[in-house]
C-alpha cells in the first residue's frame, strides 16, 4: 500500500483496557447491590463509549438507574482503574516503525477527551500520534464516520490515502462509508459481529501483522 496516514483505534486495537474498565463497571454494581461482572461479559459490551457501557452493564443486571448519574459513577470508579491496561504486544514497537516511515499516526477512540490524555500518558503514548480525536470532541463518533474525515481534513489527505486500523464494526464501518481502506485485528473487542463483511484488507492475528502491510 502507498499510505499517508494511519488511524487507530484505542481500546482493543493498541491496548487491552478492559481489566480497568470492568473494575469501575463493576464498582457502579456493587453500589447498586448487584452482582458483579466478568471481564468476558466487558469486552463485548466495549465499544460505543462509557455510557453505552454502562448501560449495557445496567441492562445485564436489570438495574434502572438515570444515564448521568451512571455516567457520574462510572467516572468516579474508573478515575481510580485508569491506569491498569497494557498495550498489546508489539504495539509500541510497531508504532514507532510507522512513525519512522514517515506517515502520519491518528488516534480515534469513542473514549472522552477527559480519560484519553491521562490513559495515554500513564501508557507513555502521548507523543506518539500526531493527532487524537476523542468522542466527546465530535458531535457523531464512530460509528460514524465524521471523525475519520475530521482527521483526513487535517491531514489534508483523501480517504483513500489513509488506513484504519480498528478491532470492532465501529471502527470498520465508517471507513467503509467514506471509501478508506481498512484492517482488522482479531485479538479485541468486536461485540461478537463478524469483521469480514466489512472486507477489511486482511483480519490480523498480531499487530506485527498490521505494520508488516501498512509498510507494504
Not at 481500546?11 to 483496557?17: E, R
Not at 452482582?35 to 452493564?57: F, Y
Amino acid at each position: 500500500m502507498s499510505l499517508k496516514a494511519v488511524l487507530f483505534d484505542l481500546d482493543g486495537t493498541l491496548v487491552d483496557s478492559v481489566p480497568g474498565l470492568a473494575e469501575a463497571v463493576n464498582g457502579v454494581l456493587l453500589e447498586q447491590g448487584a452482582p458483579v461482572c466478568s471481564e468476558e461479559d466487558v469486552r463485548v459490551w466495549v465499544g460505543n463509549g462509557p455510557q453505552k457501557l454502562i448501560e449495557r452493564a445496567l441492562q445485564f443486571r436489570h438495574i434502572s438507574m438515570p444515564s448521568e448519574q451512571a455516567l457520574e459513577r462510572f467516572r468516579h470508579y474508573y478515575n481510580r482503574t485508569l491506569g491498569n491496561a497494557v498495550c498489546y504486544p508489539g504495539v509500541r514497537e510497531g508504532l514507532a516503525q510507522l512513525k519512522a516511515a514517515g506517515l502520519k499516526l491518528a488516534c480515534v477512540t469513542n473514549k472522552s477527551s477527559h480519560y484519553t490524555e491521562p490513559f495515554l500518558r500513564q501508557l507513555e503514548l502521548t507523543d506518539t500520534f500526531d493527532l487524537v480525536l476523542c468522542g466527546d470532541e465530535v458531535d457523531r463518533p464512530k460509528p460514524d464516520p465524521q471523525s475519520l474525515q475530521i482527521i483526513c481534513d487535517r491531514f489534508a489527505i483523501s480517504p483513500a490515502d489513509a488506513v484504519m486500523v480498528g478491532d470492532s464494526v465501529n471502527d470498520l464501518i465508517p471507513a467503509e462509508k467514506i471509501a478508506m481502506p481498512r484492517i482488522a485485528v482479531s485479538y479485541g473487542y468486536h461485540q461478537n459481529k463478524p469483521l469480514d463483511e466489512h472486507q477489511p484488507l486482511q483480519i490480523c492475528d498480531e499487530f506485527s501483522a498490521v505494520v508488516e502491510l501498512c509498510l507494504s
